[in-house]
């Protein structure tokens, strides 16, 4: 399994329309392969959208994209509202937990963390043990490393009901000592976005 992640960033003021295209064509694509997830973004970098497709492998994704070009409103047309687009080819941990439709928050934290070339397996390592007391406390929507893009990539995103329950989570596993993992040692840098799913996303 292979997860793309495509992050658009769009022209201030332009969102309620590029959702309103974007949902007139989904149904159509959904028939060849299930979206995963979309999120606009609300603390981080702003005016941008993040959506997630799954997929078997990179056969499958090129065979889907191939045939979407064949569905009648897709791709859905978003050039003029849009100033950037980025995407990302990510495998899934072993103890990433499947990517299906969920009822698991009101907002979503995105982390995205650069490790040094070659540090990833250790991550996975250090990470796994760790998991299942920390995913007690919020649920994990899934964590991934990049292999096409930006390489040495680790991104995990996380569900809660708002922000403050995200502060209290978050003081509450460090103060427990169950997060977060030691890998900063391999860390180059940092990122994290809040972002809210749309009302035809899939994850909510």
């Given at each position: 399994?292979?997860?793309?992640m495509?992050?658009?960033?769009?022209?201030?003021?332009?969102?309620?329309?590029?959702?309103?295209?974007?949902?007139?064509?989904?149904?159509?694509?959904?028939?060849?392969?299930?979206?995963?997830?979309?999120?606009?973004?609300?603390?981080?970098?702003?005016?941008?959208?993040?959506?997630?497709?799954p997929?078997?492998?990179?056969g499958?994704?090129?065979?889907?994209?191939?045939?979407?070009?064949?569905?009648?409103?897709?791709?859905?047309g978003?050039?003029?509202?849009?100033?950037?687009?980025?995407t990302?080819?990510l495998?899934?941990?072993?103890?990433?937990?499947?990517?299906?439709?969920?009822?698991?928050?009101?907002?979503?934290?995105?982390?995205?963390?650069?490790?040094?070339?070659?540090?990833?397996?250790?991550?996975?390592e250090?990470?796994?043990?760790?998991?299942?007391a920390?995913?007690?406390?919020?649920?994990?929507?899934?964590?991934w490393?990049?292999?096409?893009?930006?390489?040495n990539?680790w991104?995990?995103?996380?569900a809660?009901?708002?922000?403050?329950?995200?502060?209290r989570?978050?003081?509450?596993?460090?103060?427990?000592?169950?997060?977060?993992?030691?890998?900063?040692?391999?860390?180059?840098?940092?990122?994290?976005?809040?972002?809210?799913?749309?009302?035809f996303?899939?994850?909510h």
């Amino acid at each position: 399994m292979i997860l793309e992640m495509r992050t658009y960033t769009h022209k201030p003021g332009t969102l309620k329309e590029l959702e309103e295209r974007f949902s007139r064509g989904l149904p159509g694509r959904v028939k060849l392969s299930p979206l995963g997830g979309f999120f606009r973004t609300e603390v981080g970098p702003l005016n941008q959208v993040i959506h997630l497709w799954p997929y078997e492998d990179a056969g499958h994704r090129d065979r889907i994209r191939a045939e979407s070009r064949n569905v009648e409103g897709w791709p859905p047309g978003l050039s003029d509202l849009l100033v950037a687009q980025e995407t990302k080819i990510l495998t899934p941990a072993p103890f990433s937990p499947p990517l299906e439709p969920r009822k698991l928050g009101n907002i979503y934290e995105i982390r995205t963390y650069t490790f040094q070339p070659g540090a990833i397996p250790t991550v996975i390592e250090r990470w796994g043990p760790m998991m299942e007391a920390r995913m007690k406390l919020s649920p994990l929507v899934g964590c991934w490393s990049s292999e096409l893009g930006t390489l040495n990539q680790w991104v995990h995103i996380w569900a809660y009901n708002d922000a403050a329950e995200r502060q209290r989570i978050r003081a509450e596993a460090e103060r427990q000592g169950i997060w977060p993992p030691k890998t900063r040692e391999f860390m180059i840098r940092q990122e994290n976005m809040l972002v809210t799913p749309a009302d035809f996303s899939p994850l909510h």
